[in-house]
Nanobody, 133 residues
């Protein structure tokens, strides 16, 4: 069983930065595609950013507009999401999710599919981010 544990959420002012971490408890987690999703109250879960097996394969939701950076440290089984210039509408619960190697290799036509929550096999419990002045 793969578990993902997010950390780093909290209260931040508009325009401020915040960093999230996701620890993946799985040997050879570098074989997994990892994504960040978010969900605001009353809204659907949407893909924020995703990363393939290396830091060279990343995709972002259109609303990110260059403000966020996803990266991974496979030696630490950790994926990061660095966020800058946060906006009020970035408020929500942020989830880390993983797609296993089989899903990556057989179910996805593109790594961009990692932004679709239907492709993810494992989920963390989420961490809340509140952007407010």
């Amino acid at each position: 069983q793969v578990t993902l544990v997010e950390s780093g959420g909290g209260l931040v002012q508009p325009g401020g930065p915040l960093s999230l971490s996701c620890v993946v408890s799985q040997l050879h987690s570098d074989y997994y595609g990892i994504s960040w999703f978010r969900q605001a109250p009353g809204q659907e879960r949407e893909g924020v950013a995703c990363i393939g097996r290396t830091n060279h394969n990343t995709y972002y939701g259109e609303f990110v507009e260059g403000r966020f950076t996803i990266s991974r440290d496979n030696a630490k089984n950790t994926v990061y999401l660095e966020m800058n210039n946060l906006k009020l509408e970035d408020t929500g619960t942020y989830y880390c999710a993983a797609a296993n190697p089989w899903t990556l290799e057989t179910q996805m036509s593109s790594l961009r599919n990692l932004l679709d929550p239907r492709y993810m096999d494992y989920w963390g419990k989420g961490t809340l981010i509140t952007v407010s002045s």
